[in-house]
């Protein structure tokens, strides 16, 4: 854990969301929506929490992170660039044909990518298999997963929840990012999840509630209370906003997935400075 401030992440946080705007014109277009939501869950882990280095991708003891809303990589492999893993100069090639940064994350491709994700519903499952497998070699890193709440209707994912509680994977740790929408329209009208925090707590989770998952000091408390929690598997529901930073954006499902033209684009960078 480092000593970065919540200043300098609220920063870090608006420079991904001008790099996710910046992407999804290199590539045509994105699902710039539920990577804008994540972004700030995505910059506290990475440059606070996340015990990683960008010099040493595959050092045996690092933490492990699973996108399993691997459709956000259009936030999560520019977070890597940031981070350091990555150039930069490599995601104007983001999709692009022979490229190694796709619509989903190849971790045989991304430097820095512990999981190829996309098909939603298998990152829990795999997040719990990478958190059991360091409680058998008595490995102390942790395993953190980004799930979308759409992908909560993939019975898979629950599944995953009865066998983290049954290890006591209490070095597993699940975020939400609860941004109410999915790509067929809102969640509760597709498949309503709720009462979802009770959903966790009935399969023997420690739920924390986060009212404002966009707001840094909430996220960083949030994941303060987290990573010291012991005896049981963590889940972090944290509410979001869907395109959170673009005016046009926000808490449209269009944007879901989508491209931007040029006025688009300086809307979008005007609302992010002066966010």
């Known amino acids: 854990m480092t000593n970065i401030s919540v200043a300098e992440l609220k920063e870090?946080?608006?420079?991904?969301?001008?790099?996710?705007?910046?992407?999804?014109?290199?590539?045509?277009?994105?699902?710039?929506?539920?990577?804008?939501?994540?972004?700030?869950?995505?910059?506290?882990l990475y440059f606070k929490y996340l015990n990683v280095d960008p010099k040493k991708p595959c050092w045996e003891d690092r933490d492990r992170f699973v996108l399993s809303k691997g459709h956000a990589a259009v936030g999560y492999i520019p977070c890597l660039a940031l981070k350091g893993f990555i150039d930069k100069e490599g995601l104007k090639r983001f999709n692009h044909f022979k490229s190694p940064y796709g619509m989903h994350p190849d971790s045989l491709k991304v430097t820095g990518c512990d999981a190829s994700t996309g098909s939603?519903?298998?990152?829990?499952?795999?997040?719990?298999?990478?958190?059991?497998?360091?409680?058998?070699?008595?490995?102390?890193?942790?395993?953190?997963?980004?799930?979308?709440?759409?992908?909560?209707?993939?019975?898979?994912?629950?599944?995953?929840?009865?066998?983290?509680?049954?290890?006591?994977?209490?070095?597993?740790?699940?975020?939400?990012?609860?941004?109410?929408?999915?790509?067929?329209?809102?969640t509760e009208e597709v498949m309503s999840l709720e009462p979802f925090a009770a959903k966790w707590t009935a399969f023997g989770?420690?739920?924390?509630?986060?009212?404002?998952?966009?707001?840094?000091?909430?996220?960083?408390a949030a994941l303060d209370t987290a990573w010291e929690h012991k005896g049981s598997p963590t889940v972090i529901i944290a509410s979001t906003v869907k395109g959170k930073g673009v005016s046009f954006m926000e808490n449209q499902v269009v944007w879901h997935y989508g491209a931007l033209?040029?006025?688009q684009v300086e809307q979008a960078k005007a609302d992010i400075a002066n966010s």
């Open 120 to 186: 939603l519903g298998h990152g829990l499952p795999m997040g719990v298999g990478m958190a059991l497998g360091a409680k058998v070699q008595k490995k102390a890193y942790k395993t953190v997963v980004l799930l979308g709440d759409g992908e909560c209707n993939e019975g898979s994912n629950y599944e995953a929840m009865m066998s983290a509680n049954h290890y006591k994977l209490d070095n597993l740790i699940a975020i939400v990012d609860r941004n109410k929408f999915m790509i067929d329209g809102p």
């Open 12 to 44: 870090k946080a608006k420079q991904l969301r001008n790099l996710i705007i910046d992407t999804t014109v290199w590539a045509g277009s994105g699902h710039a929506g539920g990577a804008l939501s994540s972004a700030d869950i995505l910059i506290a």
């Open 205 to 220: 989770w420690n739920v924390i509630e986060v009212d404002d998952g966009n707001n840094m000091e909430k996220v960083c």
């Open 261 to 263: 033209d040029s006025s």
